[in-house]
């Protein structure tokens, strides 16, 4: 099956920028080092002042268990770390099975991957990962401007093929909500899950209509753990990310958020 062919994309800064949440989360086998505070404490150090919040997280594993009797699922709860920005804008997580760095304050690429190197290289030397199972980048777009009151609306903004049932003359008008679920080949080992759709926002007279781009690009070829080659992946699911966005909406959506209208 041939991968997606998408020209380039363009890497300049979108002045009126959609975006609401960027996470490149890296698995890896599970390692109980993770609950070892002095461990932890290594990789917050390491980081300086950038995220002086250190607070224990939890979460639960669904394990799949199998033997004579069947198959059988069981969960256990699971202890990390989670080190915050001190304006909560920036996250690292740290679990037994996976660390993430997310943001909601994404300004560039070239800011968001010197500090994931940052986090990737101070894992590799204190918690000592094996294997890298897969690296997963997401980011999660808004369009709130232009101010669409109706799913329609987004006609011209969007691209149509996109918008699909939208368009339709039956059921376009009686839309109450619409999300879409594409399972993308991204060639080159690479793989996009690309949800998208309308949300209604507000209510009576303030009702407006916004468009959900959600960006889950991710390779899952299990690999010797690497900081170089974790840095070169982040950064072609990072232009396949950014390729399928300007895919999926139209020339000029792309110029209105540039600020050129």
Not at 107 to 123: G, N
Not at 159 to 180: C, M, T, Y
Not at 202 to 219: E, I, K, N, P
């Amino acid at each position: 099956m041939p991968g997606l062919v998408l020209p380039p994309p363009a890497a300049e800064c979108l002045e009126k920028s959609p975006l609401e949440l960027v996470v490149c989360q890296v698995r890896h086998e599970r390692n109980l080092a993770v609950a070892d505070a002095k461990r932890a404490l290594a990789v917050h150090e390491g980081l300086g002042d950038k995220y002086p919040g250190f607070d224990e997280a939890s979460g639960m594993a669904l394990n799949i268990i199998g033997g004579p009797a069947g198959v059988s699922t069981a969960t256990d709860q699971q202890r990390g770390w989670n080190f915050k920005s001190a304006d909560g804008a920036w996250t690292v997580v740290l679990m037994p099975d996976f660390f993430a760095l997310e943001t909601r304050a994404y300004t560039d690429w070239d800011d968001f991957s010197a500090r994931l190197d940052e986090v990737v290289r101070l894992v590799e030397e204190a918690l000592e990962p094996s294997l890298e199972q897969r690296l997963g980048l997401r980011f999660i777009d808004r369009i709130t401007d232009p101010r669409v009151t109706s799913p329609q609306g987004w006609e011209g903004w969007i691209d149509d093929r996109l918008l699909g049932p939208v368009l339709h003359e039956a059921f376009g008008p009686a839309i109450k909500s619409i999300q879409q679920v594409l399972q993308l080949d991204g060639g080159d080992d690479m793989e996009v899950l690309l949800r998208h759709g309308c949300l209604l926002e507000g209510a009576g007279d303030d009702q407006v209509w916004h468009y959900l781009l959600d960006h889950d690009c991710s390779r899952s070829r299990g690999r010797a753990f690497a900081a170089d080659a974790i840095a070169e992946g982040a950064r072609r699911l990072h232009d396949l990310a950014l390729a399928v966005f300007q895919a999926a909406v139209t020339p000029k959506l792309f110029a209105h958020l540039h600020g050129n209208d």
